[in-house]
């Protein structure tokens, strides 16, 4: 089991910038990959990035490319998502999860989400 728990969120203005975090706990040994999701008020869940637990590769969504960057402290057990220039549509609650299988791609544990609102 691997126990996710996020913080960071809170209201800001459009342009601002946040930084989210993400810390695990349990087996975190057993980790492939960490991932940000988002989900706004009506929408499915959407992919934001991801990271190797080990190596370091990322990857992110389209819709983020160049504003949110992912980062990762394996000795703090903790992954960050610093996200700049943010626009109203960045509304959502994130949630953070782990993958534990480089075959599967499917994040088994997830967070329980921390609210970013952004104001115009």
């Known amino acids: 089991q691997v126990q996710l728990v996020e913080s960071g969120g809170g209201l800001v203005q459009a342009g601002d910038s946040l930084r989210l975090s993400c810390l695990a706990s349990?087996?975190?040994?057993?980790?492939?990959?960490m991932g940000w999701f988002r989900q706004a008020p009506g929408k499915e869940r959407e992919f934001v990035g991801s990271i190797a637990w080990k190596s370091g590769d990322l990857n992110y969504a389209d819709t983020v490319k160049g504003r949110f960057t992912i980062s990762r402290d394996n000795a703090k057990n903790t992954v960050y998502l610093q996200m700049n220039s943010l626009k109203v549509e960045d509304t959502a609650v994130y949630y953070c999860?782990?993958?534990?299988?480089?075959?599967?791609?499917?994040?088994?544990?997830w967070g329980q989400g921390t609210q970013v609102t952004v104001s115009s």
């Open positions: 349990g087996r975190t040994f057993s980790t492939y990959r």
């Open positions: 999860a782990a993958r534990t299988s480089p075959v599967i791609s499917t994040y088994t544990y």
